[in-house]
């Protein structure tokens, strides 16, 4: 499969809107040309801040700006954009439920050589705990387009969730619809079912081709939207294949996973097992390294998914 | 008391005098006591210092609607010391924008007025603060938004001196020098007590006036409960042709009733309702 940029299309698609709309203004903290966001700057320098090395006074100012009517943007890296700037994010954008687009690269471990400082694998958690906040992590360029042309016309404050590397394209363009807050079912099956969001999407779809040649069906959900999750999905295809895994480039803790965890307990328990980095820190090392060593690929996703066929008892 | 008709508030540098501005501050800081004794909890001692400051703003200086609160027009007013917006919220009461008696529901389960600014639940507040730090940098992404629509609203912001401890006070702080934002005005209410005690004790912010000057702020000084040099600083503010303006406003925590005066056990504490009855005859009130 062809690997496409997430930020690049990101970028693209912020000068798009641009040019569209007076009111996109796009605020960065010293990282424009990582997060792509100098594209916007340099097709609109009066729309574009630069705000330094100072992540929460940025969030702060972005909630100020969205105030007077603007539809802001605001990007960095997902570590210092989730983590530092936590509280501003919590008090000034999400209390008042402001309008304000928090688009974050380097999201996950594939941050690469960088290292633990700089690979964010708690983002999602961070942000998925905060009332009025949506989260979402895109799988792959075409999809990132669509979910950036929704966002800035959908009301109040949102994280979406980059990242460095490329990743293999999904989705055809104008063939999905993206809608907040609902999954989609790639690949059908009966005997078990693999939610994955991100980069983990497309190793789902390959585990899958891999199980059955094994004679295991399974059913594959791109669950972009942690938050809000389409609960109803997750439930229809439980109680379809009566065995779920998630699968995700982030902690096990407060993700994908958990968000899943939640919904199953509530509604419709049945074996599950969670993929993800298991509670550590990550390490220095080249994107796609890292993720097999953390076995976040195919073979970890089959590992899981013969784990819990053995717990629902097959 | 004297009213005031909503067009009064409607343009920039009103008539109006100094008596009646102290006559209006004198009602405010009753209400703060009985609010937050109503409450029993909220910030008192503050509320008191930065009155004279949040007075002035609202009945001289400021552009703004009480029937209209979202006026495109308006001047904005950011309180980024939160904790005190018992003054705020009498100051916006008697301004208009809700009714007097609103002002006992402060801090109650089923009131309107919460514990610290909410934009959602009271009619005037432009924008949530309580957790210190956060809304002065609001109030730099509000000067450069409308700076952008090309509007001539102005944007003032209360800080307070403790709250000068918050690194991102000084993020904020270097952002509106970077940005020439000349239609931005903060004002230290330099009360020079926080929870802990006196600010030079705990965290020295000093010299202060010198750390803004050096941020590339144009700075002013003043006493912070005269009027008169209130006004003047307010309008000073407006003629800075690039740079930002700070008014260290020198305050004084509990201003106005002797035995809360420069004491820093009445800045989150109401006055028991015995207290109260001296400190209204104080401040004037026929009991």
Same mark, same amino acid.
């Given at each position: ?58 969030? /702060? &100012? ?13 990007? &960095? ?13 919590? %008090?000034?954008?999400?209390? @008042? ?12 471990? &594939?941050?690469?050589?960088? !290292?633990?400082?700089? %690979? ?8 998925? /705990? ?41 989705? %055809? ?24 969001? $991100? ?41 379809? &294949?009566?065995?779920? *895994? ?10 994908? =996973? ?12 049945? @074996? ?43 | ?61 400021? #552009?703004?609607?009480?029937? /209209? ?12 010391? =939160? ?10 009461? #008697?301004? $208009? ?5 609103? +002002?006992?529901?402060?801090?109650? *389960?089923? !009131? ?31 000067? +450069?938004?409308? #700076? ?16 000068? %401890? ?13 940005? /020439?934002?000349?239609? +931005? ?38 006493? =912070?409960?005269?009027?008169?040099? *209130? ?39 109401? +006055? ?16």
């Amino acid at each position: 499969m062809e690997r496409v940029s997430l930020r690049d299309a990101y970028g693209d698609t912020l000068v798009e809107l641009g040019e569209k709309d007076e009111r996109i203004v796009v605020l960065d903290a010293d990282l424009s040309g990582s997060t792509k966001t100098a594209k916007f700057a340099k097709r609109f320098p009066e729309r574009f801040f630069n705000m330094g090395i100072a992540e929460i006074n940025m969030m /702060n &100012t972005a909630a100020g700006l969205a105030t007077t009517g603007k539809i802001p943007f605001v990007s &960095t890296f997902a570590i210092f954009g989730t983590g530092r700037a936590w509280e501003a994010v919590r %008090q000034t954008i999400c209390y @008042p439920n402001l309008n304000v687009k928090i688009v974050c690269t380097h999201g996950g471990i &594939t941050v690469g050589e960088d !290292g633990a400082t700089h %690979q964010a694998l708690e983002d999602v958690a961070n942000m998925r /705990n905060i009332p009025n906040m949506k989260v979402v992590v895109p799988a792959d360029d075409v999809e990132t387009k669509e979910i950036i042309r929704n966002v800035a016309y959908a009301d109040g404050p949102f994280y979406v969730r980059l990242t460095r590397e490329k990743f293999p394209r999904i989705f %055809q363009e104008g063939k999905v619809k993206f809608e907040v807050g609902k999954g989609h079912v790639l690949r059908e099956g009966e005997d078990v079912t693999i939610i994955a969001n $991100g980069v983990m999407t497309s190793f789902a779809l390959l585990a899958a081709e891999l199980l059955e040649r094994e004679g295991i069906y399974a059913e594959v959900i791109h669950m972009a939207w942690v938050k809000p999750i389409d609960a109803e999905l997750i439930v229809k295809s439980a109680k379809k &294949t009566r065995a779920v *895994i998630t699968a995700e480039e982030h902690s096990i803790i407060g993700g994908l =996973g958990s968000a899943v965890a939640e919904v199953l307990v509530e509604n419709f328990p049945v @074996p599950m097992e969670r993929l993800g980095t298991p509670d550590v820190f990550g390490r220095s090392g080249k994107g796609w390294e890292l993720l097999h060593y953390f076995k976040l690929d195919e073979k970890g996703i089959i590992e899981k998914v013969k784990k819990v066929l053995e717990r629902k008892g097959r | 008391m004297i009213r005031f008709e909503p067009e009064f508030f409607k343009k920039r540098n009103r008539e109006i005098d100094e008596l009646t501005l102290r006559a209006i501050a004198r009602e405010v800081r009753k209400d703060i006591l009985k609010m937050t004794t109503n409450a029993n909890s909220g910030h008192p001692g503050g509320a008191m210092s930065a009155t004279d400051i949040i007075v002035a703003l609202y009945f001289y200086k400021m #552009r703004h609607d009480p029937r /209209n609160p979202k006026w495109e027009e308006r001047d904005r007013f950011v309180l980024s010391k =939160g904790h005190v917006c018992p003054a705020l919220y009498s100051v916006l009461a #008697r301004c $208009g924008y809700f009714p007097l008696e609103k +002002l006992m529901e402060f801090r109650k *389960i089923d !009131g309107d007025l919460q514990g610290h600014p909410d934009m959602h639940k009271t009619p005037g507040i432009e924008i949530s603060t309580g957790s210190l730090g956060h809304g002065i940098g609001a109030a730099v992404g509000m000067a +450069l938004g409308l #700076r952008l629509s090309g509007s001539s609203s102005r944007v003032y912001c209360m800080i307070g001196d403790g709250e000068a %401890q918050e690194g991102s006070v000084w993020e904020a702080t270097m952002a509106a020098s970077h940005y /020439n934002l000349n239609n +931005l005005t903060v004002i230290l209410d330099n009360n020079n007590l926080q929870i802990d005690g006196p600010v030079d004790e705990v965290m020295s912010i000093y010299p202060a006036l010198e750390k803004w000057r050096a941020f590339g702020w144009n700075v002013i000084e003043i006493n =912070g409960h005269d009027f008169g040099q *209130i006004i003047d600083a307010l309008n000073k503010a407006e003629e800075s042709t690039f740079k930002p303006t700070i008014i260290l406003a020198k305050t004084v925590k509990g201003k106005g009733v002797s035995f809360m005066e420069n004491k820093a056990e009445w800045h989150g504490k109401a +006055l028991p309702p015995e207290l109260l009855k001296e400190a209204l005859k104080e401040l004037g009130e026929i009991v």
